[in-house]
Every structure is written in structure tokens, then in C-alpha cells.
């Protein structure tokens, strides 16, 4: 299996920037493109060319660099079918059950839609790795901004159905704050707890917390865990569905 090369780099207030490269094919992917001139800095820091960006959602923090990217690149621009028109500069549509070649990768189509209508994820199974933009986070989730409750919750359990070892590479460091209200939610959770330290740790080091992985979200993500009793207890859910808990929490969350 050829390498693929991820960075990983903090750009805007929280978000992050994530490139993507491929050597022997002489590819670099941009995963969305918050800020034209901090993907600038990351390609050059690397030795990098820009030829692709993949976009996961319309929002600007997430596509506000496409037309400087393009103009400076002529790199193609693949996003969400759904959103084509409110994607500045971009080239090709994609959707669920659709893959592309990415090099060596395949790059497989999620269509992860709630936070926007169109949001979409982008998983490369050879190299256990997932974009999941903004509908998933490390120990919690996007806003629900253009779809119910219902929508997104399907979107979230479509991600907890890849291999449990899937490095998930998410749009911002929200982490500290999830980690928080998450404890507030399920105070039980001894991992949950734990990792909560180590994440305050990390960032107190000015370092990172991601990307995450599916089974470390699966035990601290409280938004993901929809069957704990203690959650389920807490906020009077014990018979609903898994989606009800969810909203429950996202409503608990949104309240901040
Ligand atoms: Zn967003
Ligand atoms: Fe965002």
C-alpha cells in the first residue's frame, strides 16, 4: 500500500486545516479550505502542490479559501452535489455510495447530512481514516443547522458503523468544552473523565487533540452514547429512541 501523508494545522480561530499527500502520484488534497493563506503556509512548509480540494460543506470557514486556492492552483474542487451552488468555484459533485481515486486511495462518499443538507464525509477505508468535518467531533457534535434531529443522529450512526479504528479527522478544536459538557451529562464515565484530563493537558501544551477514533468517541462521546442508562436516566429518556436521546442532549448542549 502506497503512503499517504496527513497534516494536520490550526488555522481561523478553531478550526482545522488538514492536507493530504500522496508522493508517488504527486497529489495534495486540501480537506476543505478555511483560510487560503494558512493552506499556503502548511503546502510550502511541506514542499507541497496544491491539486485538489475536498469540501465536506458550504459553510465559509470551510470553503472561504476556494477562489484565492483555485486562482493560485488551478486545483479541482470536489464537494457535495447538494451544495454545488453554494460552493464557491467548485468543479465536481459527489454523493453517497460514490468513490473516487485520490492517487493510491479510494476515497469513499458519506452523505452525513444535519449540520448542513448536503454535509458530506470522506473515508479512505485502506488507510483507516475518516473526514468527518463538522458533524462529528471529539467528544461531541455539530449543531444541527439545516436538518432535524432525526437527520442527524442517522449521520452520526452511519459514522459509528465504520471499523472501530478509524482515525477521524474533524473540523475544530471544540474539544475541551465537549469534554465539559459531556461530564455534565454522564458524570459515571470514568473514560470520559480521564480523557477529559488528558485533553486539557494537551491543549495546555498547546498541542492538538486531534484527530480522534472511533472507539475512544464511542466511550467518551456522550452524544454517540444514546444506550448508556446513566444518560437515559438523567435526562427521564429511559424507553425513547436512540434519536430522542441525542436530541435530548444536543437541546442540553445548546443551552450551554
Ligand atoms: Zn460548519
Ligand atoms: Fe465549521
Known amino acids: 500500500m502506497a503512503k499517504l501523508e496527513i497534516h494536520q494545522f490550526p488555522c481561523l480561530a478553531d478550526n482545522y486545516g488538514?492536507?493530504?499527500h500522496d508522493a508517488d502520484a504527486g497529489l495534495t488534497a486540501s480537506i476543505d479550505a478555511p483560510d487560503a493563506d494558512a493552506v499556503h503556509r502548511a503546502l510550502s512548509e511541506?514542499?507541497?502542490t496544491l491539486t485538489h480540494i475536498l469540501t465536506t460543506h458550504h459553510h465559509a470557514d470551510h470553503t472561504g479559501g476556494n477562489e484565492a486556492l483555485k486562482a493560485s492552483t488551478g486545483c479541482t474542487i470536489i464537494g457535495p452535489m447538494a451544495e454545488a451552488e453554494r460552493i464557491p468555484a467548485m468543479d465536481r459533485g459527489v454523493g453517497e455510495g460514490e468513490s473516487f481515486q485520490f492517487g493510491s486511495a479510494q476515497v469513499h462518499v458519506l452523505d452525513t447530512p444535519g449540520h448542513t443538507a448536503g454535509h458530506i464525509a470522506y473515508w479512505i477505508p485502506a488507510h483507516a481514516t475518516a473526514f468527518v468535518g463538522d458533524t462529528l467531533f471529539a467528544m461531541g457534535c455539530g449543531r444541527v443547522l439545516e436538518g432535524n434531529y432525526q437527520t442527524m443522529w442517522a449521520s452520526l450512526a452511519k459514522l459509528v458503523r465504520l471499523p472501530a479504528a478509524t482515525r477521524l479527522y474533524c473540523g475544530h478544536e471544540y474539544t475541551v468544552a465537549n469534554g465539559q459538557f459531556g461530564l455534565r451529562v454522564e458524570p459515571g464515565n470514568t473514560a470520559l473523565k480521564a480523557r477529559l484530563d488528558e485533553v486539557e493537558a494537551l491543549r495546555a501544551a498547546g498541542k492538538p487533540t486531534l484527530p480522534t477514533r472511533l472507539d475512544r468517541e464511542l466511550e467518551t462521546?456522550?452524544?454517540?452514547r444514546t444506550r448508556s442508562p446513566e444518560i437515559r436516566r438523567r435526562l427521564g429518556l429511559a424507553t425513547?429512541?436512540?434519536w430522542q436521546v441525542?436530541?435530548?442532549v444536543r437541546d442540553l448542549?445548546?443551552?450551554g
Not at 462521546?221 to 454517540?224: I, Y
Request: glycine share 10%.
Open 240 to 242: 425513547a429512541e436512540d
Open 46 to 48: 511541506k514542499g507541497w
Open 221 to 224: 462521546n456522550v452524544f454517540l
Open 246 to 248: 441525542f436530541g435530548a
Open 18 to 20: 488538514v492536507l493530504l
Open 253 to 255: 448542549k445548546n443551552k
